[in-house]
């Protein structure tokens, strides 16, 4: 496994964007040893990120990639992550939303695998699924993901090849035994 020294958060700013008045959300990514080769992942995948487009996935706007001030500037959804909604906000969501919820996702993570290459996000959580009030429905997109190649190379190595992003409490047992696995887990 390696050690992950990529520390990111996200703020979220009011910009006048592609001449358009609209909240836009601005992830601030601290890169630490970003190589050469890294730094080309890097552009790849935002290449990449830009052709991505589903209604069940985050909309990417662009980047800011100045030595130092990395940052993405992607779609806002007002009401943040699933996460927030259940454990912050605490609302109660009827079966038919949570259907429609999980249904969205489903749609936005099929699309990513099925994307040319393939995209595993290998990080699907509730922190990760950002919803937005649609009048009585919810809209669900799925949000971090593409940056995984990104992330490993501006890692350090330890003993081990293993490259693995993951979060500990949704990862697979395989993967946290170090053994063999495949990309279902």
Known sequence: ???????????????????????????KLHLLHLNKDAEQNLHNELLSLNRIRHPNIIVFYGACIEKDHYALIMEYMSLGSLYQVLHKQKLELSWSNRLSIASQATKGINYLHRFQPPISHRDIKSLNLLLENHHTDYVAKVCDFGMT?????????????????????????????LRPYTDKS
């Not at 050690?3 to 959300?25: P, R």
């Open 1 to 27: 496994m390696k050690k992950l020294e990529v520390e990111v958060w996200a703020q979220f700013i009011e910009l006048n964007w592609l001449t358009n008045d609209m909240i836009v959300a601005v992830k």
């Open 149 to 177: 190649k990104t992330r490993n190379d501006t890692t350090g190595q330890m003993q081990t090849n293993i490259s693995a992003a993951f979060t500990l409490s949704w990862t697979a047992p395989e993967v946290l035994r």
